[in-house]
């Protein structure tokens, strides 16, 4: 209950702080997104570019983990997932506040989850997110990023988003690690206090999800 009640803290505060407190929105937001989205990219600052489309990596990687923690859960994990695209960490939390604690698999894998549960997959999401990640470091104004997320609600937003994103991810590393028989520590502490990259790593090293026999398995939620 008191992991719940402090996701639920967590998400009302970042709300409120998105809303009322962030640096005022700027009349070409609406343009900035669209051109972010179509790829034009060239008067941009890279590393606006880079957390944009981190922030489009960064759902597939949860789905890698959400959509196998969602089998059994009370709520349809793949609303959170879908949501997580387009605003991140604000879809997320509520899936942390909802979700129960799961640390089997009933059943059997399905077509998604099994390109979900490949190590392929992970190292796909992690060469993208490697790309993106040099990108703005090498390219990137970090004057002018500063000036922006001084400025911008959305690159200020947007910024803390990413960063917020980033750090949830052991809250459901605990559960993933016991589905497949993982039981050392170290593992789930290297992931965690590396943000991003160990996630990555985790999805691309991670054992295969070990299945249950559909006879055995316990009633699922759809």
């Known amino acids: 209950m008191l992991r719940k009640v402090g996701f639920s803290l967590l998400w009302l ?18 343009e900035l997104i669209k051109q972010l989205s179509l790829g034009q990219w060239e008067n941009i600052n890279p590393l606006v570019v880079a957390v944009f489309n981190l922030l489009g990596i960064l759902p597939l990687v949860y789905a890698c983990v959400i959509l196998i923690d969602g089998r059994g859960q009370p709520i349809k994990a793949w609303l959170f997932v879908v949501g997580s695209f387009g605003v991140g960490a604000f879809a997320l939390l509520p899936y942390l506040v909802f979700r129960e604690k799961n640390p089997h698999f009933p059943g059997e894998k399905d077509f998604l989850l099994k390109i979900l549960d490949s190590r392929w997959t992970g190292i796909i999401l992690t060469l993208g997110a490697f790309s993106f990640v040099l990108f703005g470091l090498i390219k990137g ?3 002018d990023f500063i000036e922006q997320w001084q400025t911008s609600r959305f690159i200020h937003v947007m910024s803390l988003d990413f960063c917020l994103v980033c750090l949830l991810f052991p809250s459901l590393l605990g559960d993933d690690l016991a589905r497949r028989g993982i039981k050392k520590s170290w593992v789930f502490w290297l992931v965690s206090l590396t943000p991003l990259l160990g996630a990555l790593f985790y999805l691309c090293l991670r054992p295969p999800l070990q299945e249950t026999s559909v006879n055995t ?5 759809s």
């Open 141 to 143: 104004d970090w004057s």
């Open 217 to 221: 398995a316990s009633p699922i939620s």
């Open 13 to 30: 505060g970042f709300v409120v702080y998105a809303f009322l407190f962030a640096p005022p929105e700027q009349p070409n937001t609406l």
